[in-house]
């Protein structure tokens, strides 16, 4: 099996599609965070099923760091000069915040009586 727990960073909106029978699925794309330079990818795409993507679509936007617990795939596509591009695709079960750029952050409460 291919389970994973990483911390990745939103780097498209995530976006919804619905289907029949009331089954959903929300994807977007991610970055994965490396030390050091080498042939790996670091981009990768994202897809959650049901209640979980509706709150993730809800509650988190672009640049906001999750981390994410998943079933990891490694696809490809060919391109118009038939060169193989490879990305990473994760299904994920689990979701949570690491780091959010959410405004409701930023806000700051005065708590003096």
């Known amino acids: 099996m291919n389970y994973v ?6 780097i498209t909106e995530p976006r919804q599609s619905f289907f029949d029978e009331n089954a959903t699925v929300t994807e977007f794309w991610v ?6 330079k080498s042939s790996f990818i ?3 795409r994202v897809s959650i099923w049901g209640d979980l993507g509706y709150e993730v679509a809800k509650y ?3 640049n906001d760091y999750i981390l994410i617990e ?4 490694i696809d490809s596509n060919c391109n118009f000069d038939n060169q193989k591009n490879e990305y990473i695709e994760i299904s ?3 979701v949570y915040p690491f780091l959010l750029n959410s405004k409701l952050l930023e806000t700051t ?3 003096s009586f």
């Open 92 to 94: 994920v079960c689990k």
């Open 42 to 44: 670091d981009f990768g």
């Open 31 to 36: 970055k994965f965070n490396q030390t050091r």
């Open 70 to 73: 998943g079933f990891l795939t």
């Open 5 to 10: 727990c990483l911390i990745v960073k939103i």
């Open 109 to 111: 409460y005065d708590f």
């Open 60 to 62: 988190y936007q672009i």
